[in-house]
């Protein structure tokens, strides 16, 4: 019995890859193993978004041949593999196949090549085809999914390495979608993610001529599903389209991730971002004034070059203006094949490491006040696991936030993928606490407050 190893390092899209990389490797005869040790191929699926990625990933290698031992064949997916290419073989002599996300429809044959003994196997293409699509998908959650319909970016970003990793832009038609969509719903799935580098710049190929907010409406029409989510927004791209559609159908989550970078329309032009402070905000002011009370989170970037003390101070007043109910923030990285990296006035480390401090202070403050306005409100949560040493269940509400509840008299029945209407009773930076009223049934009507 042929065997793998495989390990994802990134954000949801990795995680989703690595899902059609299981599939395509079990139904080429291989089985699924826990260690690399107990391999005979070990994949790493990469990520180049963060700072030194390509570092951290022959680290990785380098720790792999050791935990593996010798007669592995080992191989490099995703990001970091695009992005290295052929430097990877040099660097790694031990790797003998690297592939990039936009070849895994031809990873069968390279399999096969492999166990013919080729030594050095490659799949670095970048066509404009709908390469996303795989034959085979392994879905280990039974209830919840991940549907890539987008894949790949035609924004410059100056910090973004992504157009260079994933290639231009490529929309699957809206058939092809909904019928992946019609299929999950049906073997059981209740919440699907809609995945895309740039999600809202979905453009159906095919003569229907959706755009994203059609396909969302769409979506959240199939019987079955109770959540509808959608990942990663950029702003020049969204459109009151999506807001109304989310107004119009409960079943889509009411939280919206719309990435910002930075506050300031100066060092926006210099990230190439193509909007101003004053274009996210009219964005913004759309999800505010909506009828139902929709999350919002976003991105921040510290210390990108040429930010000064003054741009900055207008990162944590948007911080302020909004109310953001999470962001992911981090300090500025170089990454390869950026314009960025030609940029002058870069920010000294410890003054990125400051600025980020801040940012996080400031926005933990906010987490905080806008989680206790949550206190007492019953909230829908899909559950999602266990934790045994506080004897909490964990679910997700549809604003995304997360909610560790009790519930007396489970007598340890599993409630994993069950939907429960839980009483907040208190509120941290992070996350909520409550105790589980009763089974939710239905949607429920009240929305949060």
């Not at 299929?183 to 895309?196: I, K, M, P, Y």
């Not at 907040?424 to 239905?442: C, F, Q, Y």
Request: proline content about 4%; aromatic content about 8%; overall charge neutral.
């Amino acid at each position: 019995m042929k065997t793998f190893y495989i390990e994802t390092f990134g954000c949801q899209m990795n995680v989703h890859d690595t899902e059609k990389v299981v599939g395509i490797l079990l139904a080429q005869g291989y089985s699924r193993v826990l260690e690399p040790g107990q391999a005979d191929l070990v994949l790493y699926n990469t990520c180049s978004i963060r700072d030194k990625a390509e570092q951290k990933v022959f680290q990785r290698l380098r720790q792999f041949k050791r935990e593996a031992g010798r007669d592995k064949r080992f191989a490099v997916l995703g990001c970091v593999a695009q992005q290295e290419g052929l430097r990877i073989f040099e660097k790694a002599p031990h790797v003998s196949l690297v592939c990039g996300s936009a070849s895994y429809t031809r990873l069968p044959g390279m399999l096969e090549q492999l166990e013919a003994g080729a030594r050095r196997v490659t799949g670095l293409e970048l066509d404009a085809g709908e390469t996303f699509e795989t034959p085979f998908t392994r879905r280990d959650n039974p209830y919840r999914a991940y549907v890539t319909v987008i894949e790949g970016c035609d924004k410059s970003c100056a910090y973004c390495v992504v157009p260079f990793t994933r290639g231009p832009e490529r929309s699957r038609t809206s058939r092809s979608v909904m019928e992946e969509v019609r299929r999950l719903a049906g073997a059981g799935c209740t919440e699907v993610q809609l995945l895309g580098q740039n999600v809202n710049s979905y453009r159906d190929p095919s003569a229907a001529g959706w755009d994203f907010a059609a396909l969302l409406a769409r979506v959240a029409e199939v019987p079955g599903l109770r959540r509808v989510r959608f990942t990663t927004s950029h702003p020049r791209d969204f459109v009151r389209g999506i807001v109304e559609a989310i107004d119009s159908n409960p079943v889509l989550a009411n939280h919206i991730h719309l990435p910002v970078q930075s506050g300031s329309s100066r060092v926006l032009e210099r990230m190439q971002r193509l909007y101003t402070r004053e274009d996210y905000l009219r964005r913004i002011e759309w999800i505010q004034v909506a009828r139902r009370n929709i999350a919002i989170s976003t991105d921040i970037i510290a210390g990108f070059p040429g930010e000064t003390e003054a741009d900055f101070q207008e990162t944590l007043s948007l911080l302020d203006d909004v109310g953001y109910a999470s962001i992911f923030s981090f300090k500025y990285s170089p990454r390869p094949n950026t314009p960025a990296l030609g940029l002058d006035h870069q920010v000294p480390e410890e003054e990125k490491g400051r600025r980020l401090a801040m940012v996080q202070e400031k926005q933990r403050a906010i987490q905080l006040a806008r989680n206790a306005e949550l206190v007492g409100s019953l909230q829908e949560v899909l559950v999602e696991g266990y934790n045994q040493a506080t004897g909490q269940w964990i679910g997700r509400t549809a604003q995304n936030r997360v909610l560790n509840f009790t519930r007396a008299g489970s007598n340890g029945a599993s409630l994993l993928g069950e939907y429960l209407s839980v009483r907040v009773t208190r509120a941290g930076p992070n996350s909520l606490a409550g105790e589980s009223v009763e089974s939710a049934g239905t949607p429920p009507a009240a929305e949060s407050v």
